[in-house]
């Protein structure tokens, strides 16, 4: 009894499936062959004597449990689905006769194994032609070796055997078959299966599947009707940069800024507006202030170009409060923050003449009264103020 002899004709698919052994996804077959070329034999649908083929029939014989395909000799014999080589047999003689045992009667042969459980046999072969081995992966088309008539055979032709849970069964669908055609096309009852290999679902019709792209974005594509991904859609959803590029930018007269792209596509704060002094600082300048302050460098400052006075202290550059600007050493024991201010350049004096050296400014302030530590400190700043002033003096 076959597999589908089981199922009564008509009957819901999914309960044959079941009773077949099948999966639902079912592999389906090309014809093995490339020529255009009916059936000769096929299944014997009609068990306990006599013969019936798929549609009632008499294309087959008593007892067949294959279809044969009449095809002429060296005929390229070829996988008809994907699949897994599980046994091969050859050196049979091409020709073999009735009753040979040669190969199990198959003569020189292939067996394949497939995805969803189903066996298929290619049998009869031409000695030395087999081209795969076991355990080799296949796709359908692969030849897998050419026609004759070895082993238990009396004319050339190849013996196409499916077999589901190791029971033969036919591949045809008819009225005296089964309910299901293991051919991917049947083709009519004089005719043959077409070539066309099964398609192979990619996806379930419907699904969908969202994957990243440029900054931060997302693509989508849809599972169509024929289980295969159609293209992905545009990029949407992008942020402003990728996460850690960074950017610089001009600001001011003199500087820049810069900021960094967040995990989020985008730009974080900027940083502030910064720059190297021109020259070095050493351009020259006059700030417009009197004295001492009125010689100054070109800075860069906050992005923009300042004149700043070279005398680093309060009043030139930091204004009155006590504070000391940087580079510059408290005068003790007062008010008003005097200061004694070190420069380590040079500035140019009102008469032009080149001071190089340590410049001083001291600014006046009341002394401070009675002995102690301020008094000593004052005196020594007035000390180093008259050096400083001969030291100016004779250049």
Not at 262 to 285: I, T, V, Y
Not at 348 to 372: F, I, M, S
Request: hydrophobic residues 25%; proline residues 5%; charged residues 20%.
């Amino acid at each position: 009894m076959t597999a589908r002899a089981r199922c009564l004709f008509g009957a819901v698919v999914a309960v044959c499936v079941l009773l077949a052994g099948m999966r639902a996804d079912a592999t389906t077959f090309r014809r093995p062959f490339d020529p255009d070329i009916s059936l000769g034999y096929g299944f014997d649908n009609q068990p306990g004597g006599g013969c019936q083929d798929y549609d009632c029939g008499g294309k087959c014989y008593d007892g067949h449990k294959g279809s044969d395909f009449p095809l002429p000799f060296s005929t390229t014999v070829r996988a008809g689905a994907n699949g897994t080589v599980e046994v091969t047999n050859d050196g049979c003689a091409s020709e073999g006769f009735l009753g040979s045992v040669c190969g199990g009667g198959y003569g020189n042969y292939v067996r394949v194994g497939h995805a969803d459980g189903k066996q298929t046999y290619y049998a009869h072969m031409k000695n030395g032609s087999i081209k795969v081995a076991q355990g080799q992966q296949i796709n359908c088309g692969d030849m897998l070796g050419e026609s004759a008539s070895s082993g238990n055979s009396t004319g050339y032709h190849l013996h196409f055997e499916v077999r589901v849970g190791g029971i033969g069964d036919d591949p045809f669908t008819g009225k005296c078959g089964g309910p299901l055609s293991y051919w991917v096309v049947q083709g009519a009852y004089n005719g043959s299966p077409s070539t066309d290999c099964e398609q192979m679902c990619e996806c379930k019709p419907g699904d969908k599947q969202t994957e990243g792209c440029g900054n931060c974005g997302q693509r989508e594509r849809t599972c169509q009707g024929d289980c295969k991904w159609s293209g992905f859609s545009g990029c949407g959803g992008e942020g402003e940069c990728a996460p850690n590029d960074g950017q610089t930018m001009k600001c001011g007269e003199c500087g820049e800024q810069s900021h960094s792209c967040l995990n989020d596509c985008k730009w974080g704060e900027l940083s502030a507006c910064e720059g190297p002094d021109p020259n070095g600082g050493n351009d020259a300048c006059d700030t417009g202030r009197a004295g001492i302050c009125a010689d100054g460098r070109v800075r860069c400052v906050g992005g923009d170009i300042q004149c700043l006075a070279l005398v680093v202290d309060e009043t030139c550059n930091e204004g009155g409060g006590g504070s000391t600007a940087s580079g510059g050493f408290p005068i003790p024991g007062g008010e008003g923050g005097a200061t004694l201010s070190r420069s380590p350049g040079s500035y140019e004096d009102r008469d032009n003449r080149r001071v190089y050296g340590v410049v001083c400014n001291l600014h006046a302030q009341r002394p401070p009264t009675g002995p102690g530590p301020e008094t000593a400190a004052w005196i020594a700043m007035l000390l180093a103020a008259a050096l400083v002033r001969r030291v100016v003096a004779e250049r």
